[in-house]
Nanobody, 128 residues
Framework: QVQLVESGGGLVQAGGSLRLSCAAS????????MAWFRQAPGKERQFVAT????????YYADSVKGRFTISRDSAKNTVYLQMTSLKPEDTAVYYC?????????????????????WGQGTQVTVSS
């Protein structure tokens, strides 16, 4: 079982950048497909980005494509979400999640129910 802890959230002006980190313990991140989700007040949790278990492919929600980048540092057992050109509508609690999938199952897992392990979330607020 893996434990996930997010960090890096905060308050930023529109057009600014933030980098979120998701540190894992208990097991290597290379055992999981990893993803970022976000949840704004009164809204459902939504998919943001995912990286496949083998680390070779990434997928993004249309709303963040070209602005956000998900990456993984296996040596540090950490997943990152680099966010640029931030907009007020990006304001949400951002969650890191892990899905125990087979090594060759390199699909775009984008559903909340695909993921078994979750962090506690980190708040991102973008002011206009």
């Amino acid at each position: 079982q893996v434990q996930l802890v997010e960090s890096g959230g905060g308050l930023v002006q529109a057009g600014g950048s933030l980098r979120l980190s998701c540190a894992a313990s208990g097991r290597s991140l290379t055992s999981y497909a990893m993803a970022w989700f976000r949840q704004a007040p009164g809204k459902e949790r939504q998919f943001v980005a995912t990286i496949t278990r083998n680390g070779e492919s990434t997928y993004y929600a249309d709303s963040v494509k070209g602005r956000f980048t998900i990456s993984r540092d296996s040596a540090k057992n950490t997943v990152y979400l680099q966010m640029t050109s931030l907009k007020p509508e990006d304001t949400a609690v951002y969650y890191c999640a892990g899905a125990p999938v087979c090594y060759t199952c390199n699909y775009a897992y984008t559903g909340v129910d695909d993921y078994r392990y979750w962090g506690q979330g980190t708040q991102v607020t973008v002011s206009s």
